[in-house]
């Protein structure tokens, strides 16, 4: 009986979770940056961000992140997160093409 399957299966599963994982901030990073002074825009629906998000963070879905960009300091550094990180990812490269420099990926809310 040939282990091929499994050996496929666990290689493409290692390689998902390196990809999601890259470009993302460390939660202990995320942690310090907030504390001194970055900005946390939880970047899920308002209905999402009403059944639960990080504490002190902005609602700014990611849909509007270009319409609301003007409510975040370009001066501090900025955290965007999301249920999963696919909608930070966005909200991310968005920030960084109107001109945001300190933006920072934390992915999925369940990684603070």
């Known amino acids: 009986m040939s ?34 002074g970055a900005q946390l825009v939880d970047v899920r629906s308002p209905s999402e961000f009403s059944s639960g ?28 997160y999301c249920a999963s990180g696919m909608r930070s990812a966005s909200a991310s490269r968005t920030l960084k093409s109107l001109g945001f420099t300190r933006v920072h990926d934390l992915g999925s809310m369940s990684r603070w």
């Open 3 to 36: 282990n091929w399957p499994l050996i496929v299966s666990a290689v493409l599963f290692g390689a998902w979770i390196v990809m999601t994982r890259m470009g993302k901030l460390a939660p202990a990073e995320a942690k310090r940056l907030v504390s001194e």
């Open 53 to 80: 998000h990080i504490q002190n963070a902005k609602n700014i879905p990611v849909g509007d992140i270009d319409r609301r960009a003007k409510e975040l300091s370009k001066d501090k550094d900025v955290i965007v």
